[in-house]
């Protein structure tokens, strides 16, 4: 059994809240699609900055703009063989979800903006090189509002948290699930017309989970 933490957190200049989700799953192999979408990576690489992403970051970026461009087959080859494997994903969550998805025009692809980058990594190699506790505030206690102001990031932000021990795609697909946050504030983010740009850092935690960190905002 394996525990994966899931954080939300929504800045904007006139306040600033979290969400936490805890998920508990066995250990299983997580089942992924053989073949990928030739646009989402056509897309993602031509993004400056891609190159220099870690390869779970990468990861994270694709599955998110899988989504994003093709949210019926995200349901179908994704989500769904997902739950087959872990039944206790089938929630009320996992019922909205479908529905959502099955009604869903496809979204602009998120572009990557380098700032969102930095401030991405910048916290998930603060927080897996101490592993702290997962949490939207620096190891030093500067909260992201703060944070992403500082990085130049002025209106309309928002940060996606997760660690997991199990695989990149599981984490993405929870975020979306959103299992036990009646606001769903990840998915919220995640299917946000107005956040355009996004940043992701990824970083090792302990032995074997990673610490992942997606940072969205507005086109600047």
């Known amino acids: ?17 979290s969400q936490i989700s805890v998920i508990e799953l066995a250990e299983k192999p997580v089942p992924e699609p053989v073949t990928r979408a ?14 220099d992403l870690a390869p779970e ?22 989500v769904q063989p997902l739950m087959r494997v872990f039944p206790n994903l089938v929630t009320p969550e996992s ?13 602009p692809a998120f572009q990557l903006n380098p700032i ?25 206690g500067t909260d992201f509002g703060t944070r992403i102001k500082n990085a130049g990031i002025r209106y ?18 929870l975020l979306y699930l959103d299992i036990g946050l009646p606001d769903l504030g990840h998915r919220k983010t995640l299917f946000d017309r107005n956040l355009r740009e996004i940043g992701i850092g990824s970083a090792l935690y302990g032995k074997d989970q990673h ?10």
């Not at 970051?57 to 080859?77: C, E, G, I, V």
């Open 116 to 140: 969102l980058i930095g401030t991405a990594q910048k916290h998930a190699s603060d927080i897996g090189a101490k592993q702290a506790p997962p949490s939207h505030n620096a190891t030093n």
């Open 1 to 17: 059994m394996t525990r994966i933490f899931l954080f939300c957190s929504l800045f904007c200049p006139l306040m600033l809240f």
């Open 156 to 173: 309309c932000a928002s940060e996606n948290i997760s660690l997991s021990s199990q695989s990149i795609l599981l984490s993405v697909v």
């Open 57 to 78: 970051a990468k990861q994270m970026y694709y599955w998110t703009n899988y989504a994003r461009l093709h949210p019926n087959r995200f349901w179908d080859s994704v």
């Open 211 to 220: 610490f992942l960190v997606q940072d969205f905002a507005c086109l600047q």
């Open 95 to 107: 019922r909205s979800l479908r529905s959502e998805l099955l009604a869903m025009a496809p979204l």
């Open 38 to 51: 030739t646009d989402v990576d056509q897309w993602n690489s031509a993004q400056k900055g891609y190159a």
